[in-house]
């Protein structure tokens, strides 16, 4: 059965970007299938942004404030709550959706009935709305394709946002793990892959805006060291949802083939880091295989003088690239 547009809510995540949130909001609004719109703030710092908000778009909105802060997944287990509807899509206050995303989804349900997951092709753009050459997506074959566990073993093909999720689905399987890092939504996209299945469509559905702000949450996950224990970690509970007649053990050193540790973060947040944190990324850079010959020359050194070696580094590159 094919999804219907009162099925369907659009939540935008809001915290305190009012420099954006309203082309997130307009985005939504301004589908060539009209669906519901809920604004959820976070209870961010700016106490006017309600008003803000409910001035521009008024009744075509229903703006919802949490009474106190969930963090990022925790507001995301809050969109599921109050949209009302079987269909959610969550976009966050600084993306924004092509005219097309609803009825890209629907067209796609129509070719590709009883799937818990639909979500389509995203552009990453700068914070001048210029597109950028972050994250290249792998092209879809054909009009649309069916995803599979196995498509999402290293990474999910879909940043955010241009999902549209089951929300049953999604609460059965335990809503968004709030304590996680980063991984939160490649768990719950592997989960709906693994219980009701996913498709993708071919078409560009939305845009996600990349930030310089090194102060933003997403950076700050991977300033502190924790985006590669994160990524990790998903790869293992991606593993543990293949079926048992396919079932594949953990091999870091074949992941560390595939995706060796990336240099450029120890020079740029080596100096940073604790020794603990430290220690755990120079182990995987020893592991890895060296895609050339300047990483294993960066390799060589670093297993001569060890930690002390990665801070020198890392603090000459940033005096040299501040």
């Excluded at 999604?170 to 490649?186: N, Q």
């Excluded at 090194?214 to 079926?243: E, M, Y």
Aim: glycine share 8%; with cysteine; net charge positive.
């Amino acid at each position: 059965m094919s999804l219907l547009a009162n099925q369907i809510t659009i939540a935008v995540t809001v915290y305190n970007r009012r420099q954006f949130i309203k082309q997130a909001v307009a985005s939504a609004l301004n589908q060539s299938v009209p669906v519901r719109v809920l604004v959820l703030e976070d209870c961010g710092p700016d106490s006017t942004l309600a008003s803000f908000v409910k001035d521009e778009f008024g009744p075509k909105i229903e703006y919802i404030r949490n009474p106190k802060r969930r963090g990022l997944f925790g507001n995301w287990n809050a969109c599921m709550d109050a949209c009302g509807t079987e269909w959610l899509s969550i976009l966050h206050d600084d993306d924004y959706l092509a005219p097309g995303f609803v009825e890209a989804m629907m067209d796609l349900s129509r070719q590709a009935p009883g799937q818990g997951l639909y979500f389509g092709q995203t552009v990453i753009v700068d914070e001048q709305n210029q597109p950028t050459s972050m994250n290249p997506l792998p092209p879809v074959k054909g009009e649309w394709q069916k995803i599979g566990l196995r498509e999402i073993l290293f990474f999910p093909p879909f940043p955010f946002p241009g999902q549209l999720f089951k929300v049953s689905a999604a609460k059965k399987a335990g809503g968004f793990r709030e304590s996680s890092y980063y991984c939160g939504d490649w768990e719950m996209w592997a989960k709906l892959i693994a219980s009701e299945g996913a498709v993708q469509t071919g078409k560009v559905v939305a845009c996600n805006r990349s930030h310089e702000d090194w102060d933003r949450g997403t950076n700050a996950v991977i300033r502190k060291g924790f985006l590669i224990p994160s990524t990790l970690i998903q790869h293992k509970r991606v593993l543990a949802l293949l079926p048992a007649d396919s079932k594949v053990r953990f091999d870091r050193a074949s992941y560390l083939d595939w995706s060796p540790l990336p240099v450029r973060f120890l020079l740029r947040h080596g100096a940073s880091l604790g020794p603990r944190m430290l220690g755990y990324h120079i182990r995987l850079l020893l592991l890895s295989r060296p895609p050339h010959l300047w990483y294993a020359f960066f390799q060589m050194l670093t297993r001569i003088g060890g930690a002390g070696f990665v801070r020198f580094s890392s603090r000459l590159w940033r005096r040299m690239r501040p």
